[in-house]
């Protein structure tokens, strides 16, 4: 069961990214999928969720209208969009995912995949 990040990169201040997060293994086609970030030296941030079928998703208060989280359950990918990004986005961005879609999700989720790094220039 993986969960695999990609997408990350070194940007400026501003720029847009897209990740993605392949499943293989498992197709987690019903669990609710995530995003977390974890900059240097700090825990783990909640950033982004979404349920199994895409009609819903909440973000934390630092990213809301900068991100989108989508998904596509026929490739089971779940995707960050990132625009208007910021030095303190920087970080190692992991997906994740859950049986379950509720608020408690930004505390964690029962699955995890490796991360990838996004660095953002100011």
């Known amino acids: 069961v993986q969960l695999q990040a990609s997408g990350g990169g070194l940007v400026q201040s501003g720029d847009s990214l897209r990740l993605s997060c392949a499943a293989s293994?498992?197709?987690?086609?019903?669990?609710?999928k995530g995003w977390f970030r974890q900059a240097s030296g700090k825990g783990r941030e909640f950033v982004a969720a979404?349920?199994?079928?895409?009609?819903?998703?909440f973000y934390a208060v630092s990213v809301e209208g900068r991100f989108t989280i989508s998904r596509d359950n026929v490739k089971n990918t779940v995707y960050l969009q990132m625009n208007s990004l910021k030095p303190e986005d920087t970080g190692v961005y992991y997906c994740a995912a859950d049986p379950s879609y509720d608020n408690n999700l930004e505390y964690g989720m029962d699955y995890w995949g490796e991360g990838t790094q996004v660095t953002v220039s100011s």
């Open positions: 293994g498992r197709t987690f086609v019903n669990y609710a």
């Open positions: 979404i349920n199994w079928d895409g009609s819903s998703a």
